[in-house]
Every structure is written in C-alpha cells, then in structure tokens.
C-alpha cells in the first residue's frame, strides 16, 4: 500500500518547537517533491513550505520564513519540518504529501498522508 504518514504533532506552549515527521511506506520518496500544508478550523487549506526531490530548492510560506525549515534524507525516505517559535495561529492540523512540482499549490500535490493534529496553546 502506498501511503505518506505524519508523526511529530502534540501541544506545545506559544514560543515552543515540533518537529514533523513525513515517512513514505510502499514507495520511495527520492523522486518526488514533499511538501508540507496545514489546515485550520473555517481556513483554506494552505501550503507552509516545500522541499525538491533532491533537497536543493525549498519555499516556504511568508508567515514562517525563519521559524520552519524543511529538510530530507532520501536515505531514510523522510522528510522533516522542523518548526521553531511557534505561535497559536500556526494550530492546524499538518499534512504532508507528494508532487512533481516545487510549489505551495495543492492541486500540484497527488499523493497526500492523513495528517498530524499541531496545536499552540498556554
């Protein structure tokens, strides 16, 4: 079966940092580009940050430049975003998922994993 599973989420307190976790099962993620988005109770689904199949190109959405980094090891076929500084507007719940594309569009992603409840709270 292939699939793309999250781990990494809880509660943290506002400053606070996760770290994601995105693991391929059934297929190698070496060709592909992982992205990772969010979703937030009445918000839009919307793209956070993004990595290329080779881990030489990311992006990543204006409200966590500098907090989120995003990296790979296609060695071990994860992915990471690393999220420091976190704030309660970054509550969501966090997927992550596959492309061909270096994008933040979801439409551009095809294969995507069931998510990872983060939330930001004192």
């Known amino acids: 079966q292939l699939q793309l599973v999250e781990s990494g989420g809880g509660l943290v307190q506002p400053g606070g940092s996760l770290r994601l976790s995105c693991a391929a099962s059934g297929f190698t993620l070496r060709s592909y580009v992982i992205g990772w988005f969010r979703h937030a109770p009445g918000k839009e689904r919307e793209g956070v940050s993004c990595?290329?199949?080779?881990?030489?190109?990311?992006n990543y959405k204006d409200s966590v430049k500098g907090r989120f980094t995003i990296s790979r090891d296609n060695a071990k076929n994860t992915v990471w975003l690393q999220m420091n500084s976190l704030k309660p507007e970054d509550t969501a719940i966090y997927y992550c998922?596959?492309?061909?594309?270096?994008?933040?569009?979801?439409?551009?992603?095809?294969?995507w994993g069931q998510g990872t409840q983060v939330t930001v709270s004192s």
């Open positions: 990595i290329s199949s080779s881990g030489g190109s990311t």
């Open positions: 998922a596959a492309g061909r594309y270096t994008t933040l569009v979801r439409g551009m992603y095809d294969r």
